[in-house]
């Protein structure tokens, strides 16, 4: 019997190594883990999705993304067929969006986030935000690799914009009860993971570990 192949996307400009506690059975599951690419000019997200389905190399995959990286996997599904497409810590459509993305979107006020600071994480743990903040900023540190500023205005300008407005009802979607980034009185239409963050990935990888299976046969 071969192996069910599972591409993981990460969230905005993490690296795949945000996967790294999560474990599926060799003798059932092929995983594959994707990492983010500078974009090109002007590539749009649909551009950039067909161009990040060229590294797709087993037929009928199950696609798994966290966050943005969910919001491409489901761009991504629009070229290739797929077996299931799971997201986690993310949004079916921009109608899932806070109040404060639909907000930013008509203002233009995502142009004013200073990105070049997310692309410079160390010189902001020298100021001291508080332990939350700082174990946060640690978190950045570690997995925030992708630290190009043409990609992180880019992603940040990709999300705020995602004209997607209907859900597509086959996307399976994994989502914390407190989750800060995208608030769960948003979402509709998806497994609650009881205590889960939006960095969920990392601090419930006991949860996922043990459902995501049975999620991706089911």
């Known amino acids: 019997m071969s192996k069910i ?3 993981f996307m990460p969230g905005l400009a993490a690296s795949a190594e945000i996967f790294e506690r999560i474990v599926l059975p060799e003798s059932v599951f092929e995983v594959v883990l994707l990492e983010w690419e500078i974009p090109l000019d002007k590539e749009t997200l649909s551009d950039y999705a067909k161009r990040i389905t060229m590294k797709i190399i087993h037929p009928n995959p199950v696609l798994i993304g966290v966050s943005f990286g969910g919001i491409l996997v489901q761009e991504m599904a629009r070229f290739i067929k797929t077996r299931k ?3 986690i810590s993310s949004v079916k459509s921009n109608l899932e969006f806070p109040t404060s993305m639909k ?6 006020a995502y142009k004013l986030i200073p990105t070049n600071l997310l692309a410079n994480v160390e010189s902001l743990l020298k100021f001291s935000f508080g332990s ?3 174990q946060r900023l640690r978190l950045y540190e570690k997995f925030l690799r992708v630290r190009d500023k043409r990609y992180l205005d880019w992603a940040v300008e990709q999300v705020v914009l995602w004209d997607r407005t209907v859900a597509d009802t086959n996307v399976i979607h994994i989502h914390g009860d407190t989750d800060d ?8 239409n998806c497994i609650v993971v009881k205590g889960g963050t939006h960095v ?3 601090s419930k990888y006991k949860w996922l570990n043990e459902n995501l299976p049975k999620i991706i046969l089911e």
Do not use: D, E, G, S
């Open 85 to 87: 497409v799971i997201i």
């Open 103 to 108: 907000l930013a979107k008509t203002t233009k």
């Open 132 to 134: 939350k903040i700082n």
């Open 200 to 202: 969920m990935i990392l």
């Open 181 to 188: 980034v995208f608030p769960i009185k948003n979402i509709q």
């Open 5 to 7: 192949p599972v591409y």
